[in-house]
């Protein structure tokens, strides 16, 4: 069980820049999700991903913010245009399919948006 | 509208006393419970979970309380260690996603 693994660890962007952060889950978990850290605050969910479907999607979710999981393996979260506010640790998880399966977190990227 | 709150931003106990995490939540259709631990650069943890059918899970030093009636979870652990400093998330399983609280930074005292 090698964990789930997130690059970069820290990532530092001019406004406006696009960013883009890679997450491999645990080899056999079904599930993938993407939640956002602010300083004070708990995870906060953004989406997440059965297989490489898209299950669902933050209603808070700019359209700036895009994930994929092309093969049901590792997963992408983009963000276009870049703005101070975007500046979080942002936190890959996978689980099993099971019902209450517990998610086990990666150690996450940390942006900055200067 | 915070679903899951902790109220407590930190915590102070002496090693070897008792910790008593809390946690409240407002979605009276939540039903199943998680704890996570997380340290500082790392990512959340997982400790302990408990199920609405249930009132009580014990593992080891950590105890996993749920009061359905008052919508209340609290984790207890003792006795407390230095190494079990670092902040405390309490999170509600709601359709296969977690929704976590703001979490408590528990410090434990030598």
């Known amino acids: 069980d090698t964990g789930v693994s997130q690059n970069p660890r820290h990532k530092i962007t001019k406004r406006g820049q696009n960013v883009t952060f890679r997450c491999d889950p645990i080899?056999?978990?079904?599930?993938l999700y993407w939640y956002r850290q602010t300083l004070g605050q708990g995870p906060e969910f953004l989406t997440y991903f059965q297989n490489e479907a898209q299950l669902e999607k933050s209603r808070l979710l700019s359209d700036r913010f895009s994930a994929e999981r092309p093969k049901g393996s590792f997963s992408t979260l983009e963000i276009q245009r870049t703005e101070q506010g975007d500046s979080a640790m942002y936190l890959c998880?996978?689980?099993?399919?099971?019902?209450?399966?517990?998610?086990?977190f990666g150690n996450g990227t940390r942006l900055t948006v200067t | 509208d915070q679903q899951v709150k902790q109220n407590s931003p930190s915590l102070s106990v002496q090693e070897g006393r008792i910790s008593i995490l809390n946690c409240d939540y407002t979605n009276s259709m939540f039903d199943y419970f998680l704890w996570y631990k997380k340290y500082p650069a790392e990512g959340p943890t997982f400790l302990i979970s408990?199920?609405?059918?249930?009132d009580k899970n014990e593992d080891g030093r950590f105890t996993v309380f749920l009061n359905k009636s008052a919508k209340h979870l609290s984790l207890h652990i003792v006795p407390s260690q230095p190494g079990d400093s670092a902040v405390y998330f309490c999170?509600?399983?709601?359709?296969?996603?977690?929704?976590f609280g703001q979490g408590t930074e528990l410090s434990v005292k030598p």
């Open positions: 080899s056999e978990h079904n599930r």
């Open positions: 998880a996978s689980s099993l399919l099971e019902n209450n399966s517990p998610l086990h």
């Open positions: 999170a509600a399983n709601q359709g296969g996603k977690l929704i």
């Open positions: 408990i199920s609405s059918i249930k």
